[in-house]
């Protein structure tokens, strides 16, 4: 079973890689903001514990996603793998998201971590914002927030991959194609 994490910052391009690599490899494209909104929208317990805690402007706790991503996997474990993207985003998620792996006896193969300046990034943000009309993705203040969550909570996670030995980082500036084929690549030589 092959089982991807596709990490970066905001606007590295992961959401669009994600669902390349999961048509190209098979995969199960799991993404948390999807499986939120699945939830919600089925009304299951897990979707109305996070419904309550969304209509308050709280967070979803860790506990709630993790039991999202396993009852995903649990119903499609006769699958080809996973495409984890953006998820995990701390230490303990990254920590939960083992422990579920491991109780499936089916681990990371590979962490793609998207490399991607800051000036690029926000570029790609702003535009974004422009093409959706999001105004939180148009604004200089809020970007520069995510960057310092993501540099804060995320971006430690590159170690703890790598320690694990499956962190590879490639240039996430360039096409799309040209991007997607060298992630394809990588995840290749691992097959």
């Not at 190209?24 to 309550?52: C, Y």
């Not at 109780?103 to 570029?123: G, H, N, Q, R, S």
Request: proline share 4%.
């Amino acid at each position: 079973m092959l089982n991807l994490l596709l990490f970066g910052p905001p606007g590295a391009g992961k959401g669009t890689q994600a669902i390349k690599i999961a048509e190209k490899f098979g995969l199960m494209h799991i993404s948390t903001g999807d499986l939120l909104r699945a939830e919600v929208a089925a009304g299951t317990p897990l979707g109305i514990s996070a419904k309550q805690l969304m209509d308050k402007g709280i967070l979803v706790s860790d506990e709630i996603v993790i039991g999202m991503i396993d009852s995903k996997i649990e119903k499609n474990l006769s699958g080809k793998g996973f495409i984890f993207d953006g998820f995990p985003r701390t230490l303990p998620q990254a920590e939960a998201l083992d422990k579920l792996l491991s109780d499936y006896e089916m681990p990371i193969t590979i962490t793609l971590a998207l490399e991607v300046d800051e000036e690029e990034l926000y570029k790609r943000i702003s535009l974004r914002g422009k093409i959706s009309g999001r105004v939180d993705d148009q604004d200089r203040n809020t970007f520069l927030k995510r960057m310092d969550v993501y540099n804060k909570e995320t971006s430690p996670l590159k170690e703890y991959y790598k320690k694990t030995g499956v962190l590879v980082t490639l240039n996430g500036i360039g096409e799309i194609d040209e991007i997607f084929n060298s992630l394809s690549k990588e995840i290749t030589a691992k097959l």
